[in-house]
């Protein structure tokens, strides 16, 4: 699937001019791809005899052929979609060498690394099976592994047999057809239906400038800011499309976008405060997250009730769960946002058990 995005889906935290984007250019977000990878074959061996004034019979000299190249997977921050699946799906690693003579070896085929954003999830299209998960930066994975180069003459010489008049060929490099798929990499994840006011959270919190406006679905891809907190420090956040009821079972836009949530340590569940009935509202919410994963319910959470300046004078904040904190905030006045901000970094950074992720949604 791809979808129009935004420019500033991630800009390392920097400051963001307004007009920096322009419709006109605007790129793709893709958060899934398949694509074929194939490791380069080996060099064949070398047939070949010694032939020098002076040195009748030289006997066998043929060198060996080179190895196929490899293909690695590089994990790589500074990536942030999979767009580049989009327009090349096929990637071969190059051959290696033959073998010559003069017992000369053939040179190794170069290898391939391909980056891909950290939080890619790489499966075995035929299988389905896991094959790795790119989480750190700078992780390297080897996928397929190139052909070995075969042997020339030289090593088949015995002493019955002292001219070979044969070589190994190489062998070919292993092949594989890979399904991609990324899970944005975050410290907090922003859930509620649409218009619930995930974005302009973000936007007054981060440098991210995500659309914002008063109609349902104005976000249609996941987006990520930066959040300071105090000196020096800093938490990532992701603001992913509304939901709505019957999500899972593929109402609006769906559960498509979840999987970018599913590596959060902390989720902001996010209820505005003109909803005809809060706590319903929030209950469908936590249910739509359970049909997903059951897993995101064992994350810490923290309950968000929004647009506070709207809010009628005899409004009163319900208790939505036990254990639960309840903030009351608006974005547009910056009211409750420091409280907030410091609950979000106390989670975040509190070390969790690690949770295991649905690798099947």
Known sequence: MWFDFQDNLFNGG???????????????????????????????????????????????????????????????????????FKYRKSYIAERGGHGMGARKSGKAGKDIVIGVPCGTVVRNAETGEVICDMIEDGQEVMIVKGG?????????????????????????????????????????????????????????????????????FTTLVPNLGIVRYEEFKSFVM??????????????????????????????????????????AEYAT????????????????????????????????VPELEPNTQVFAISSVAGTGLPALKHEMWKQVSTPNPVIEDNAGN
């Open 14 to 84: 920097d400051s963001c001019k307004k007009d920096s984007y322009k419709k006109d250019e605007s790129v793709k977000f893709v958060d899934s791809a398949k694509i074929s990878v194939k490791a380069g074959d080996g060099g064949r061996g070398c047939v070949s005899f010694r032939r020098e004034k002076f040195v009748p019979k030289g006997g066998p000299d043929g060198g060996d052929g080179g190895r196929g190249g490899h293909v690695y997977l590089c994990a790589n921050r500074q990536l942030s979609t999979l767009l580049d």
């Open 285 to 316: 919410l936590l249910k739509e997250l359970e049909k997903f994963d059951p897993g995101l319910l064992s994350k810490p959470r923290l309950a968000v009730i929004t647009k506070m300046d709207i809010a009628p004078e005899e409004f009163s």
């Open 148 to 216: 070995r180069g075969g042997q020339g003459n030289q090593h088949f010489a015995t002493a019955t047999r002292q001219a070979p008049r044969f070589a190994q060929p190489g062998e070919k490099g292993e092949e594989l057809e890979l399904e991609m798929e990324l899970k944005l990499m975050a410290d907090v994840g922003l859930v509620g239906f649409p218009n619930a006011g995930k974005s302009t959270l973000i936007s007054v919190l981060s440098a991210a400038k995500p659309k914002i406006a008063d109609y349902p």
């Open 238 to 279: 992701a603001d992913i499309p509304g939901l709505i009821e019957g999500a899972a079972e593929g109402r609006g836009l769906g559960i498509q976008f979840l999987r970018h949530i599913q590596r959060t340590k902390t989720l902001l569940v996010m209820v505005p405060s003109d909803s005809p009935d809060i706590a």
